[in-house]
């Protein structure tokens, strides 16, 4: 096996190697621990699958290009108070007919969902949210050939 420790202030953590022995492209069975007020637990369970893309590759990117033009996402208010969110999506590819958004927590706990319907290459709602706790969220668009995410916080 292959140990990497990363200290992250935080559950966010962006994987990325540039040693061996792990082989782009390649999907690997991993096992990835957090260490959370004081205890170690398992991230995933015993094992999660990772996928590794090459140096400075993006594979969402590339199925971006595909499926909207511009990827131009705005959320406000943010900071948020976790009541009502405005959401507006411009740039998806005309045979986009619905996006589904869902919100998660920083655990990955998904706290609200929708399918919606695009027009026209756009996507302008205002999502009814909450109540949500105070925090950060992620915010999921995600099309037949992509997902985007979006950050935004709750304050109260």
Known sequence: GFVRYMDRPSYICLLSWTQLPLVAGTTYDVQVDAFVNGTWTGFCGPSCQLTIAGPGSRPETRMAEATMAKADVHLWPNP??????????DGFDASVNTVAIDVLDLSGKVVHTRTLPVMHGLLNTV??????????????????????????????
């Open 80 to 89: 948020n108070t976790g009541e009502r969110m405005n959401v507006q999506a």
């Open 127 to 156: 999502l009814d949210l909450g109540p949500l706790d105070n925090g950060t969220y992620l915010m999921r668009f995600s099309t037949r050939d992509h997902v985007q995410v979006e950050r935004f916080v709750v304050q109260h």
